[in-house]
């Protein structure tokens, strides 16, 4: 069955680092996001993507955050310079449709626990 | 601000009980309804999707959905050790991105 499918399963970096994070989204899936979770709390939208740019983005997408489809198969996260509070589960998904449609399901990747210290 | 709610549990119930999980949103333009499942430190899992009023079943799992009441709830039948989990409500509008609850905490003891 196709998934979804994220590296590195754990990152840890130095606060002010640069991360990168990867995923490759399900083959015929068109849109993909980012999500992310803080031990014991709910997931929280990060950024929706489509045709090749940002479709969408919450509050928490700021300008330390940006995301990229280098090539035909990949779709990463880059945060800039990490904070400490950016450690969280941060979770890749893709779906084939969006709106209301049976092919509008996300399917989440494994995710990448992102610790920063 | 689009919310959802749900009872962080935990649920306890005994193998072979039906649990009822509950969830409420706050947004009436919300047009799609999930639940996923979610083990500890893995990622969700869908396990029902529903868009219409009334219930919807698959397998030993039931979704039903009250619009006027901005209500959704999950039904598992036959409750398993392995349904042990968090279960998360998610809400969408349409074009809109999903909204999760915080998810209910499911117990089932052999």
């Known amino acids: 069955e196709p998934e979804v499918t994220q590296t590195p399963s754990h990152q840890v970096t130095q606060m002010g680092q640069e991360v990168i994070l990867r995923c490759v989204p399900i083959?015929?899936?068109?849109?993909f996001y980012w999500y992310r979770q803080i031990l014991g709390q709910k997931v929280e939208f990060l950024v929706s993507?489509?045709?090749?740019?940002?479709?969408?983005k919450s509050e928490i997408f700021d300008d330390q955050f940006s995301v990229e489809r280098p090539d035909g198969s990949n779709f990463t996260l880059k945060i800039r310079s990490t904070k400490l509070e950016d450690s969280a589960m941060y979770f890749c998904?893709?779906?084939?449709?969006?709106?209301?449609?049976?092919?509008?399901?996300?399917?989440f990747g494994s995710g990448t626990q992102l610790s920063v210290l | 601000q689009k919310e959802v709610e749900q009872n962080s549990g935990p649920l306890s119930v005994p193998e072979g009980a039906i649990a009822s999980l509950n969830c409420t949103y706050s947004d009436r333009g919300s047009q799609s309804f999930f639940w996923y499942r979610q083990y500890s430190g893995k990622s969700p899992e869908l396990i029902m999707f529903i868009y219409s009023n009334g219930d919807k079943e698959d397998g030993r799992f039931t979704a039903q959905l009250n619009k006027a009441s901005q209500y959704v709830s999950l039904l598992i039948r036959d409750s398993q050790p392995s349904d042990s989990a968090t279960y998360l409500c998610a809400v969408t509008g349409g074009y809109s991105t999903l909204t999760f609850g915080k998810g209910t905490m499911l117990l089932v003891s052999p």
């Open positions: 993507f489509y045709n090749n740019e940002i479709s969408e």
């Open positions: 083959s015929n899936h068109l849109y």
């Open positions: 998904a893709s779906s084939e449709q969006r709106g209301r449609s049976t092919n509008e399901k996300l399917f």
